[in-house]
């Protein structure tokens, strides 16, 4: 059974920092393309980073220089670091994995206050 749970969401006041953990089972971890995205109420869904399998990373452009996505292959689990976190991060998080097949987590909550 494929499941990507994650997990880090929170309260946070603008400036702050949290760590999204998504833990992944069921597939080949190792050989998927990961990415985290995120939804605010009334948007489209975004792309905010991505980590290929040789670990080079992309990020919006949003949130180049204050988030930081890392991928552990031992334990399965794809991170997402945010620093200097603003009102507009307010989002719910999505992990993804893409490869042979694409699976997508439930989303974490992250709420930024002023």
């Known amino acids: 059974q494929v499941q990507l749970v994650e997990s880090g969401g929170g309260l946070v006041q603008a400036g702050g920092s949290l760590r999204l953990s998504c833990e992944a089972s069921?597939?080949?971890?190792?050989?998927?393309?990961l990415r985290w995205y995120r939804q605010a109420p009334g948007k489209q869904r975004e792309l905010v980073a991505g980590?290929?399998?040789?670990?080079?990373?992309t990020y919006a452009d949003s949130v180049k220089g204050r988030f930081t996505i890392a991928r552990d292959n031992a334990e399965n689990t794809v991170y997402l670091q945010m620093n200097s976190l603003k009102p507009e991060d307010t989002a719910v998080y999505y992990c993804n994995a893409r490869g042979w097949n694409e699976y997508w987590g439930q989303g974490t909550q992250v709420t930024v206050s002023s």
């Open positions: 069921g597939f080949i971890f190792s050989g998927y393309l």
């Open positions: 980590i290929r399998t040789d670990s080079t990373t």
